[in-house]
């Protein structure tokens, strides 16, 4: 977006702020987050989504998934552009609600929500509770019964389409914990999907507003959407025989893909959404049903190109690795003031990112790098591999791009490091959205 690229002399602009300023005022490690940019991405979904749906007849809500980073701006934000919250727990709700983000468009997921998140949803009066086994259908009942409220609840359910990365494949039965299965236990057998279905409508605390489908993340073909809007929409047939109620709403979850490396190709939300659109039209075409109102939940694909990580060098160490049959090679370890306590993905998930020196221009040739942290452990990766210049050096400033999505929403404690700050920028000047905590912060959670 306008506002980012380098100065003449090499330093990147982010907002339009220089990244020294950055550093100089916050402090590294800090996360960064361009709002233009993430006001552009959540409106780029808005209006791709409402354009191809409604040229369908279908109308459609985007709900930004808070967990892949959810702060009282971030959250003001999403609903100043037309988006709604999706939240997974007490504490996300928590968040929504001091961002005056109204109840009835709030969210809650979960597959183990406590007693407490549900009264809390319930006294919010939250636009739908996803409910996601039988026992919790009747946890939300008996609550909405105590408070004399109907529950509005969708029923999350697995349709055996998982994807993510680059292709999809669709299993029978599935060994996780999310959702009810579409397929029955035993041929002949009613899937544990209906009987949750047919279980919320006999309870008048409830409201079934629809069906949930969630099926992967970092997904970059269409396919899946389209396979597992296929599979909710003749269940929704299916439930509308057995009861005589065809229920208004699907939700086809999040999981849109971003790209997290500079040749990669990110899923344009425009193709995505006119493919699913068109494809869910004909599928109700075929069933003889009405189009449902849609929704979708996209998290990553909102916030994650629109932050960075600013770290600041530290040590940079030549070692050198002996390779299978090859030549042995040096690869150049370069250590940052961070680390997997403020990125736990490349640890977790052998995710991969990009790095920059981004404080000032280099002439000299590229090595071949690894960004690791400051932890106590050699799994402690920020970047796998990447080409640096060979004259980085302590006191560099490095960027790691697209890092606004789980990245603080992950961040833990590990070796006592305070959590970094979350700095917005905006039109030339940052502002801090979350402040860095610090060891008095940790050291007064100790009782000693
Ligand atoms: N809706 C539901 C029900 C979900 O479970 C998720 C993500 C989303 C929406 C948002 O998905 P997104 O659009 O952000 O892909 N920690 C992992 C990702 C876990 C996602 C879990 N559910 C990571 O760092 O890649």
Known sequence: PSGTGRQKDGALVVGGVDVRELAAEHGTPAYVLDEADFRLRARAYRTAFEAAFGAVGAGVDVYYAGKALLTVAVARWAREEGLRVDTASGGELAVALRAEVPGAEIGLHGNNKSDAEIERALDAGVGRIIVDSLVEIERVARLAADR????????????????????????????????????????????????????????????????????????????????????????????????????????????????????????????????????????????????????????????????????????????????????????????????????????????????????????????LARVVGKHCESGDIVVHEVQLPADVRASDLLAVAATGAYGRSMASNYNMLPRPPVVAVFDGASRVLVRRETEDDLLGLDLG
Not at 153 to 175: C, F, K, L, P, S
Not at 260 to 270: C, N, Q, R, T
Not at 329 to 343: A, I, K, L, P, Q
Not at 353 to 359: N, T
């Open 148 to 367: 004399g409220v109907v529950a509005p609840v969708m029923v999350r359910v697995t349709t055996g389409v998982h994807a993510g990365g680059h292709e999809y494949i669709a299993t029978a039965h599935e060994d996780q914990k999310f959702g009810l299965s579409v397929n029955p236990a035993n041929e002949g057998a009613e899937s544990p999907a209906m009987t949750a279905l047919l279980a919320v409508l006999k309870r008048p605390e409830l409201k079934l507003l629809g069906i949930h489908s969630h099926i992967g993340s970092q997904i970059i073909d269409p396919d899946g959407f389209e396979a597992a809007a296929r599979v909710v929409l003749r269940l929704r047939a299916d439930l509308a025989e057995r009861s005589g109620l065809l229920v208004d709403e699907v939700d086809l979850g999040g999981g849109y893909g971003i790209a997290y490396l500079p040749g990669d190709v990110a899923l344009d939300p425009e193709r995505v959404a006119k493919d699913v659109a068109q494809s869910v039209r004909a599928v109700c075409q075929e069933l003889g049903t009405d189009l449902p109102r849609f929704s979708i939940e996209p998290g990553r694909a909102i916030v994650g190109p629109a932050g960075l990580t600013l770290y600041t060098v530290g040590t940079v160490k030549p070692v050198t690795v002996s390779s299978d049959g090859g030549a042995d090679f040096t690869r150049t370890y370069v250590s940052v003031d961070g680390g997997m306590s403020d990125n736990i993905r490349p640890a977790l998930y052998g995710a991969a990112y990009h790095a920059e020196v981004v404080g000032r221009s280099s002439s000299a040739e590229n090595v």
